[in-house]
């Protein structure tokens, strides 16, 4: 049995029973709340690891939910949006959401992002980790500051470096451009998303086998950039 809670806070009743049942069958515990006022009473009196948050709420804006929540509470926030939100999406995660799923989604993928914001709680991204990060043939030794793909080292810039390894920490969760601007080139620059096209290119030339079908640098159409999780 899974020892994680998970706070299921939306609206439609079929979409949270289609949930409930999934998290139960995966051997997750669950409690429900049908608003953002119901979910912040159930927050302050419930252990809950992780809110599975539908930004289209009766009572509250989502992303003033998000605010609010990020204020005195830590734990994963999977936001759940329906579709043509890009960039309700970009901003749930700028706010401090961890992920997204897009309705409709399948129960594979629910639990799929569910396991990568669990398998993220309580990681500083600030900690370093001396150890070596691996996604599929490609892996990066932090502590020799090397890549290898298929056992061949690979030679980045620094620049590249950089991007890699925010992605490696982040492994498997999508990042918004505004993030990885903030993160690599420092706050202020994140509005150049020329830059980061580039330097993603670029870094697709050396770690992808074919650049233009990525295998790893996933881009989340005008959300941000995922480095897929392959295991
Ligand atoms: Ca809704």
């Known amino acids: ?33 049908g608003t953002a006022q119901g979910a912040m009473s159930i927050l302050v009196r419930e252990r ?3 809110v599975l948050l539908d930004l289209g709420l009766p009572d509250y804006d989502g992303l003033e939910v998000i605010h609010k929540l990020r204020q005195w509470w830590d734990g994963g926030i999977l936001v759940v949006s329906a579709r043509d939100q890009d960039r309700e999406k970009a901003a749930a995660l700028d706010a401090g959401a961890d992920d997204y799923l897009t309705k409709p989604f399948s129960a594979t993928e629910l639990m799929a992002r569910l396991r990568v914001t669990i398998r993220h709680l309580g990681r500083s991204s600030g ?25 061949q080292p690979i030679h980045l810039t620094p620049m590249e470096y950089n991007l890699l390894q925010l992605l490696f ?3 498997g969760k999508v990042l918004t451009t ?33 650049p233009a079908v990525p295998q790893y640098l996933i881009t989340e159409i005008g959300v941000g950039y995922r480095l897929a999780d392959l295991g």
Do not use: H
Not at 127 to 151: A, F, I, N, Y
């Open 1 to 33: 049995m899974n020892e994680r809670q998970i706070l299921i806070v939306e609206d439609d009743p079929q979409i949270r029973n289609f949930i409930q049942y999934t998290l139960k069958r995966e051997g997750y515990s669950s409690l429900t709340a």
């Open 48 to 50: 809950v690891d992780v």
């Open 127 to 151: 900690t370093p980790q001396s150890c070596v990060l691996r996604t599929g043939q490609l892996t990066m030794d932090l502590d020799k500051r090397l890549v290898t793909l298929e056992g």
């Open 169 to 171: 920490r982040n492994l």
């Open 178 to 210: 505004k993030t990885i601007l903030n993160e690599i080139y420092g706050v202020g620059y994140g509005t150049d998303t020329q830059a980061l096209r580039t330097l993603t290119a670029a870094l697709r030339r050396r770690i992808e086998k074919t």
